[in-house]
């Protein structure tokens, strides 16, 4: 059943399935209110059986041309068939967020509110930048798609892209003059690592420091910023760090659990229509 | 057209960037129509360059040309479910879009077991690091280990005690009431401050380092279309003390600018 087909016969299985799920559509819909949380919880387990299944049955040898040495278990030949799926479906939530912005800008735009001109900027850049993206990769060079495409994306994107990170910067040092005032203890702590690895990254700062000997002829030349800096990322920062990482990974573990035995309360489980 | 945009696209490039990066800076003195308009625009080509790869990254090569033109009729049925997300809109419909969110969020936390396993148990055993110092060991299968210096076994037990006392921090399972613990967690704080120092210190550099970059794009890229990087640096600082005596200005009269 599952083979490629053509002409009328691929129309014909293309409908029908379409039509199979306008059923499954009505059938869902039909079901009464108190089944509904159940079967959302019964889609969930499902949907975390495949790659639970897959991870803990026993293995044995399945070797394919491209790995001799794959281990495996009778679901390992569909993980990367399903996993290749999975972007597809999420590529068709795209139309979710564009939704959200034209209803947005289209709502300012008829009623004529403040700012409307820009929502139609908002419009013009968008299908702008959507037809000559998708042209530029059949157009040939030289052409005025690609051109266009060129002007955009390498003009107006990336300098609009690289700028809005940039501002951050003036943002993140109005926000450290906040942090780095020493308040406490830890507020101090992370003044002095933050001063440090600043300095140490950039010339003015390790001129501070340059009257020492160098690290590898003597002691004093551990306490040249650079090399503190050198030290704190590389020695002090690496534990620290795994350390939370082991807490992160522990407590997503517990999080994926709850969620996939439906043990997890709140809004999204809770309140069904 | 095509021969003009050809000829002079490098040249128009410079000035549509230059052009859209004071227009975004702008809000470094206050909100202002200029910078709603390029936030707009960014907005815009943002989310057009988005839907664009979608569409020829994912969905035309995975999905559109193998249903259309190889005949797998059944990724028919991958559209639909990815449709099913659109009954968020609908009142009364909306259900059958938490059923599709549902499987997902299943799917996501089916692969969290493979990826606990795969991320951060290899990271155990390299966890556990030689603290006293020897020579170069030949082991009887002839390989030969490296010395361990004083100091690297000194860095070998302050990063084990620095791992173990930062994990003590997030035994949240119980009340640290011994003191051993309750010492070790606070140690734990207090290095774990060095380390979102030392991140919070990395970040700002890397902020500041995409701001020059910016900068080294007016002044040397773009500068020699207006007569040479130094009049473009000049016409910088002028713009910069513009907006200083401006937002003085401004703070003299009580206005909030907004401004950062």
């Known amino acids: ?63 394919t041309p491209q790995d001799p040495n794959r281990m495996g278990n009778f679901l390992t030949p569909y993980v990367v068939p399903f996993a290749d799926t999975l972007p597809v479906i999420a590529g068709f939530t795209v139309g979710l967020g564009v939704i959200n912005l034209f209803l947005l800008h289209g709502r300012r735009i008829l009623k004529g509110a403040t700012g409307w001109t820009n929502s139609l900027v908002f419009f013009i850049a968008f299908f702008l930048m959507l037809t000559f993206g998708i042209l530029d990769k059949t157009a040939p060079e030289g052409s005025i798609p690609k051109n266009i495409y060129y002007l955009l994306q390498e003009g107006a994107y990336q300098a609009l892209d690289a700028t809005m990170f940039s501002i951050i910067a003036f943002y993140i040092v109005s926000a450290a003059y906040r942090a780095f005032r020493v308040r406490s203890l830890e507020a101090t702590m992370l003044l002095i690592t933050a001063m440090v690895v600043m300095l140490g990254q950039i010339t003015v700062g390790q001129m501070l420091t340059n009257w020492l000997p160098e690290q590898s002829e003597s002691f004093w030349g551990n306490f040249r910023v650079e090399v503190m800096r050198d030290w704190i990322l590389t020695k002090a920062n690496t534990p620290a760090v795994r350390a939370i990482n082991f807490g992160l990974g522990v407590g997503s573990l517990a999080v994926a659990l709850r969620i996939w035995l439906g043990l997890e309360r709140g809004s999204y489980f809770d309140s069904q229509r | 057209m095509s021969e003009f945009l050809e000829t002079h696209k490098d040249t128009l490039v410079l000035w549509i960037g230059a052009i859209c990066t004071l227009g975004f800076y702008s809000i470094l003195y206050r909100e202002n129509r200029i910078y709603r308009f390029f936030e707009h625009l960014f907005l815009g080509l943002a989310m057009g360059y988005g839907v664009a790869n979608v569409w020829t990254d994912t969905l035309q090569p995975k999905w559109w040309e193998p249903l259309v033109h190889r005949g797998h009729w059944w990724l028919i049925f991958v559209m639909i479910i990815g449709l099913f997300y659109y009954f968020v809109y609908s009142p009364r419909y909306n259900w059958l879009a938490r059923l599709v969110i549902g499987f997902f969020l299943g799917v996501t936390s089916g692969r969290a077991f493979q990826a606990f396993v795969n991320d951060y148990w290899p990271q155990i055993p390299t966890s556990f690091k030689p603290v006293i110092p020897h020579g170069p060991v030949t082991t009887p299968d002839g390989q030969t280990l490296p010395a361990l210096t004083w100091s690297d076994a000194l860095n070998n037990i302050l990063f084990m005690v620095i791992l173990l006392c930062v994990m003590s921090y997030f035994f949240f399972s119980f009340e640290q009431k011994h003191p051993v613990l309750k010492r070790s967690a606070q140690l734990g704080r ?20 995409l701001m020059i970059d910016r900068m080294d794009f007016l002044v040397n890229d773009f500068g020699p279309q207006i007569g040479g990087p130094w009049v473009m640096f000049l016409v910088l600082i002028g713009l910069a003390g513009l907006v200083l005596y401006l937002s003085k200005r401004a703070a003299e009269r009580g206005e909030d600018t907004g401004a950062i």
Not at chain 1, 30 to 50: D, E, N, Y
Not at chain 2, 190 to 209: D, E, H, K, V
């Open chain 1, 1 to 63: 059943m599952f083979t490629p087909k053509t002409g009328a016969a691929w129309w014909g299985f293309v409908i029908g399935s379409l039509v199979l799920s306008a059923i499954l559509v009505a059938v869902l819909q039909a079901v009464p209110q108190r089944f509904r949380r159940p079967i959302i919880l019964t889609a969930t387990f499902i949907g975390g059986l495949f790659y639970a299944l897959e991870f803990f049955l026993p293995v044995a040898p399945m070797p």
């Open chain 2, 190 to 209: 207090w290095l774990m401050m060095f380390t979102f120092g030392a991140i919070f210190g990395s970040t700002i550099m890397g902020r500041l380092a």
